[in-house]
């Protein structure tokens, strides 16, 4: 069944009068300093240094590379350890 063209109409009125109501693709990315990554479509691994804008810079064995994220998995995240033991 077809929408009726005054409904459409109406439709596209109210989504150009309301910006504020649009629903935007924003993507995050949850790769932190220090995380060991792979390279989606290299044989090659590396260490998260520094992000970029929106790229990352990965230390890997041929040098310091920058990365856009969606081309990396990560394998390990950093993993810091806390000790409450005191400097004698």
């Not at 300093?33 to 390279?39: A, N, Q, S």
């Not at 994220?69 to 005191?86: A, S, W």
Request: net charge positive; hydrophobic share 30%; aromatic share 8%.
């Amino acid at each position: 069944m077809a929408i009726p063209k005054h409904l459409r109409k109406q439709i596209k009125k109210d989504f150009r009068s309301n910006p504020d109501k649009r629903v935007g693709r924003q993507r995050t990315w949850s790769y932190e300093v220090g995380d060991l990554v792979k390279l989606k479509r290299e044989e090659c691994w590396g260490v998260v240094i520094e992000q970029l804008g929106s790229f990352y810079s990965i230390m890997t064995p041929g040098g310091q590379r920058n990365i856009y994220p969606g081309n990396l998995e990560r394998v390990q995240p950093l993993v810091v350890e806390k000790t409450n033991k005191k400097d004698i």
